[in-house]
């Protein structure tokens, strides 16, 4: 059964920086596009940022541009979510999830699995 695992959220002040880690099990990994979506309460998912299979092409959000970076380890079957200067705007559930290919990245239908999701709260 594929899974996929986010940790490193928190509770951390404008300005900050957190490192959200995702997990997969299965072995579908290294051939899946990985993205970052997030949810604010009462708002619907929203893309971050994806990165391709090999880790060469990756997009953002024009909102988190410059300031998040999202990598990956396929020896750990890991993405990551590097993200600096967080402001309060930043506070949302923030989910890893998969897809076999690029086109179409942005939107959150084409995605599966889903991780459970990781709280990032940023106060000012």
């Known amino acids: 059964q594929v899974q996929l695992v986010e940790s490193g959220g928190g509770l951390v002040q404008a300005g900050g920086s957190l490192r959200l880690s995702c997990a997969a099990s299965?072995?579908?990994?290294?051939?899946?596009?990985m993205a970052w979506f997030r949810q604010a309460p009462g708002n619907g998912r929203e893309f971050v940022a994806v990165?391709?299979?090999?880790?060469?092409?990756?997009s953002y959000a024009d909102s988190v541009k410059g300031r998040f970076t999202v990598s990956r380890d396929n020896a750990k079957n890991t993405v990551y979510l590097q993200m600096n200067s967080l402001e309060p705007e930043d506070t949302a559930a923030y989910y890893c999830?998969?897809?076999?290919?690029?086109?179409?990245?942005?939107?959150?239908?084409?995605?599966?699995?889903w991780g459970q999701g990781t709280q990032v709260t940023v106060s000012s």
């Open positions: 999830a998969a897809r076999p290919d690029w086109y179409g990245y942005y939107d959150p239908s084409g995605y599966h699995p």
């Open positions: 299965g072995q579908f990994f290294s051939t899946h596009v």
């Open positions: 990165i391709s299979q090999s880790g060469q092409s990756t």
